[in-house]
């Protein structure tokens, strides 16, 4: 029975919570907890048997090797709780990812006075993590699987030590503010909508004429593009489908309406404008994201994308 754990509880389930916090966090004495583990509490069996034993056959040399003993057992548990103390815990956010892929939280250890410090062991919802940490910051990765889109948030970790011999266990629970947004699993390629906006008057007229007339260039093809628009010549030469762009297409902006995706479920509609926002910045087009409470204006780019992915991830939540 791992030193945590009474009866089946865990200690940890007595302590005092704490609120989520976005760290650094310092581990002082008042963060830091401790307690003997299964061979600690052996020992202290065998220390006890050698002074019985020694005070009933009146062995002055027992004694001295319970003492000894138990001295050397205190100054493990000494260091083993100096191995924690004093040390700067950050956890970053993790980057945006999309449902079914791991999210990764960086972590930031920082040994701010005192040696180096052995045999740390994170642990949360993911892998365990082992590492040292000499002097200066120490860097590793939390990866958490996901499963839905929404707000991941890392929740409770736990940073503990055994070292050095073992016999006692330091372990500190951490609560960060550290999330994920995971955005909804794009849906299989579907076709885009047609352009479901442009500028208003006699000036959308004017360059909707010009924009025929003049060629801008080509871009790669996407599903629900005309084959008319297909630069035939220049496809065959690279082997990948390209297609004609011109001057005045930007008056058009695509409409990725929520409310225009009938017969399905939440989710799959949340899917298939996942896509469609994926497939339009790849065509650099400009398009709008119209959902239930949520509308997000004509845009392109990477911060745009970034804003109708994220408006997606926490629909309804």
């Known amino acids: 029975m791992r030193g945590e754990k009474v009866r089946g509880f865990k200690l940890e389930n007595l302590l005092p919570k704490r609120e989520a916090e976005p760290g650094?966090?310092?581990?002082?004495?008042?963060r830091i907890y401790l307690l003997p583990t299964g061979e600690g509490v052996a020992c202290g069996f065998i220390v006890l048997a050698l002074i019985l034993g020694s005070a009933n056959y009146n062995t002055s040399l027992g004694m001295i090797l319970a003492f000894l003993i138990a001295g050397i057992a205190l100054m493990g548990m000494i260091h083993t709780h100096r191995n924690l103390s004093g040390l700067s815990v950050t956890v970053y956010d993790a980057?945006?990812?999309f449902a079914g892929?791991?999210?990764?939280?960086?972590?930031?250890?920082e040994n701010l006075e005192g040696p180096d410090r052995y045999s740390l062991t994170i642990s949360g919802s993911g892998p365990r993590i082992v590492l040292d940490c000499p002097k200066g910051a120490t860097n590793s990765t939390m990866t958490v699987d996901t499963a839905k889109r929404g707000i991941l948030p890392l929740g409770r970790i736990t940073l503990e030590t055994g070292h050095p011999m073992r016999l006692f266990r330091a372990w500190s629970p951490l609560n960060f503010t550290a999330v994920a947004v995971v955005y909804p699993s794009p849906s299989s390629p579907?076709?885009?909508?047609?352009?479901?906006e442009a500028v208003s008057g006699e000036e959308s007229g004017r360059q909707a004429k010009r924009g025929v007339e003049d060629f801008a260039g080509l871009r790669d093809y996407v599903p629900g593009d005309s084959l008319s628009r297909v630069h035939w010549k220049s496809s065959a030469r690279s082997g990948t489908l390209s297609v004609k762009e011109f001057h005045g297409e930007g008056a058009g902006v695509l409409l990725f309406d929520f409310n225009s995706l009938k017969g399905m479920g939440e989710e799959a509609r949340l899917r298939v404008l996942c896509r469609w926002i994926l497939d339009a910045e790849k065509a650099r087009l400009h398009y709008r994201l119209n959902l239930p409470g949520v509308s997000i204006p004509a845009g392109g780019g990477p911060a745009h994308k970034s804003r109708c992915l994220s408006a997606l991830a926490g629909y309804g939540l």
């Open 190 to 196: 579907r076709p885009l909508p047609e352009a479901g």
């Open 24 to 30: 650094p966090i310092i581990l002082d004495r008042h």
């Open 101 to 109: 892929s791991p999210a990764h939280f960086k972590v930031s250890i």
């Open 95 to 97: 980057p945006p990812v």
